[in-house]
């Protein structure tokens, strides 16, 4: 069974431009998630997707950052303008229950 | 304020040894327990999940406790080998109603063992 996958696995982009990554969870896993960890600092999360539908988007820094998930399965994080202190590893997770989560080894995003 | 600890943040052992992680949290409310494995380039991988009533669980050479009482919880990594090496994380899931968990992370312990 192939696991969480994530594109790219980097990017470095300047500051201002857009940046769109891709996560494609484990197939039949309802639950999709997105954290982040910004430099020296833990994971933190971003969003939870149960199918098409945001559970909780608490987690968004602010409205420059838009996750979609069309159809349920795979899920785009967009960050648009991209500043600085975006930089960090963005990771993916997916579960199919409330407990186990499968992580995606991350994107790390690289703005200049 | 929801929150993981953990201790020590880094920690250099020899191949063959024993060392114990050590992690405080103040989460609310407590859903469970969880201690992860996370290799350098990679996405963390589950190692234990401990609910409430739960104090201690095993996934081979990790063992990891938990006191709810005193929020703190262990992982002790028996026989250490090279493979081990790697950033520890503790984490808390926050349980809200109809099921649904949010998770909090601590920073990590990143040990090295060395032959």
């Known amino acids: 069974e192939a696991g969480v996958t994530q594109f790219p696995s980097h990017s470095v982009i300047e500051k201002g431009q857009t940046v769109t990554l891709r996560c494609d969870p484990i197939s039949g896993h309802d639950n999709l998630y997105w954290y982040r960890r910004v430099m020296g600092k833990e994971i933190k999360f971003l969003l939870h997707f149960v199918k098409e539908s945001k559970q909780d988007e608490s987690g968004m820094p602010n409205n420059r950052f838009l996750a979609e998930r069309t159809g349920g399965t795979y899920s785009t994080l967009k960050v648009q303008p991209a500043e600085l202190e975006d930089s960090g590893v963005y990771f993916c997770?997916?579960?199919?229950?409330?407990?186990?989560?499968?992580f995606g080894p991350g994107t790390r995003l690289t703005v200049t | 304020k929801n929150q993981v600890e953990q201790s020590p943040q880094s920690l250099i052992i020899l191949e063959g040894k024993n060392c114990t992680l050590q992690?405080?949290?103040?989460?609310?409310?407590?859903?469970?327990l969880r201690w992860y494995k996370q290799d350098t380039g990679r996405g963390p991988v589950s190692l234990t999940i401990m609910t409430f009533s739960e104090n201690t669980k095993s996934n081979g050479r990790y063992t990891a406790t938990l006191d709810a009482d005193t929020k703190q919880s262990s992982l002790h990594i028996t026989a250490s080998q090279l493979s081990d090496s790697a950033s520890y994380i503790c984490?808390?899931?926050?349980?809200?109603?109809?099921?649904?968990?949010?998770?909090?992370f601590g920073a990590g312990t990143r040990l090295a063992v060395h032959p």
């Open positions: 984490v808390v899931s926050r349980g809200f109603s109809g099921g649904y968990n949010k998770l909090i």
């Open positions: 992690c405080n949290y103040t989460v609310s409310p407590f859903s469970n």
């Open positions: 997770a997916s579960s199919q229950d409330r407990y186990e989560q499968y």
